[in-house]
């Protein structure tokens, strides 16, 4: 299985949460890296975004068919948003676009088995692949940032 964080990209400071937008630098950070998944997302992706208006900016810039959640929302855990990927076990490639400090949580309890305040830079992508065939291995295929693009 593959599973694919990324973060929203940069977006306004408002009071209301849910509907800060991006900012013209989050549209062109996404635009960058939408761009460099568009070529590397396997067909059968499963897309998962919040319901939040910046991570659904976020995930427009791909042009593709996504599923809004709560489960990958702000305040949800690391074992939420694991759970609702289906991660390791999965068929299908998972992508998911949310939050810090969620996605951090997500990273480090996969590489290192508990949950630390990692940082996933806004707009960037962490990709990890699950090889069951292989022994279960993990193998953290990138870690990018769209100003590297």
């Known amino acids: ?78 074992t939420d948003v694991l759970s609702a990927t289906g991660w390791p076990e999965a068929e299908n490639a998972v992508l998911v676009v949310g939050h810090q400090p969620t996605l951090g949580h997500v990273a480090s309890l996969i590489l290192s088995g508990r949950e630390a305040d990692w940082t996933v830079k806004k707009g960037a992508v962490w990709w990890f692949s699950s090889r069951p065939r292989h022994g279960d291995d993990l193998v953290l295929r990138a870690v990018i940032a769209p100003d590297l693009l």
């Open 1 to 78: 299985m593959d599973l694919i964080l990324w973060r929203h990209a940069e977006a306004e400071d408002g009071i209301d949460d849910s509907a800060r937008e991006l900012t013209t630098r989050g549209h062109k950070q996404a635009a960058q890296m939408a761009k460099w998944l568009k070529t590397r997302l396997p067909e059968d992706c499963r897309t998962l975004v919040s319901p939040s208006k910046r991570t659904r900016q976020t995930a427009d810039a791909l042009g593709i068919t996504y599923e809004t959640t709560k489960k990958v929302g702000t305040g949800t855990s690391a």
